[in-house]
């Protein structure tokens, strides 16, 4: 009887103490993320942490390690077997993303390697590269099949984004590689009026020759 009562109160405490645990374990995750500690993310990982961990605001360690720039946390992560490539912030940002914004090419090649969504809905990677100038990461992107012309939830496409805050080059390429300069968001806003509004005489000029040369063309068709 007191064998059994033992295993009970055991059992007990032990149930009690595996919150406290977890709870610890998410810290020190949280914490080797923003000290791009790699030593101590491989001891994490070994003794069975989920990669996939969240901070308290719900952000997963990769995207925040992307954020953050904590590559050698980064590519632990990625290489994690048990990583979810698609775990997603509160607003709906991949790892992808991040990485596309950050200019991280060998990052985003792994992560589309282990499955990372090139067109997700909505917001998509391309969307971020061409936001940040990040051509390298567009050009990669393209050539796995990115949507030229996604549209953000209110209509928002790449080019639009590059017109607005991206490098010239990044309109550039993107009206080399064929989007659509005509397509309007739900304000009816084209990519040469989010340029007129953002004060980018590089990208207007850009929009303007191309606009031109394609109604030329179009005119000289019968």
Not at 18 to 33: E, I, Y
Not at 139 to 149: C, G, K, N, T, V
Not at 170 to 180: E, N, Q, R, T, Y
């Amino acid at each position: 009887m007191t064998n059994l009562i033992s295993r009970f109160l055991l059992a007990l405490w032990l149930t009690l103490l595996a919150p406290l645990a977890m709870a610890n374990d998410a810290d020190s995750f949280v914490r080797a993320v923003m000290q791009d500690n790699d030593i101590a993310m491989r001891n994490l990982l070994a003794n069975g942490v989920d990669p996939n961990t969240k901070n308290e605001r719900g952000v997963p360690g990769l995207y925040l390690a992307l954020q953050e720039g904590s590559l050698k946390v980064a590519r632990l992560l990625i290489d994690s077997p048990r990583l979810k490539p698609e775990s997603r912030n509160a607003t709906d940002e991949s790892p992808l993303m991040m990485a596309s914004f950050k200019g991280y090419l060998d990052l985003a090649q792994r992560l589309i390697a282990k499955g990372a969504d090139v067109n997700k809905p909505g917001w998509t990677p391309l969307h971020y590269a061409a936001t940040n100038g990040q051509l390298k990461l567009m050009e990669l992107l393209l050539e796995e099949h990115a949507f030229i012309d996604a549209e953000s939830p209110n209509g928002t496409t790449p080019l639009m984004m590059a017109a607005s805050y991206g490098a010239p080059a990044a309109v550039k390429l993107l009206i080399d590689a064929g989007a659509d300069l005509r397509m309007r968001n739900q304000k009816g806003m084209t990519a040469l009026d989010f340029a007129q509004k953002a004060e980018r005489p590089d990208a207007v000029e850009l929009l303007t020759t191309a606009l031109r040369a394609t109604s030329s063309t179009t005119k000289g068709k019968w």
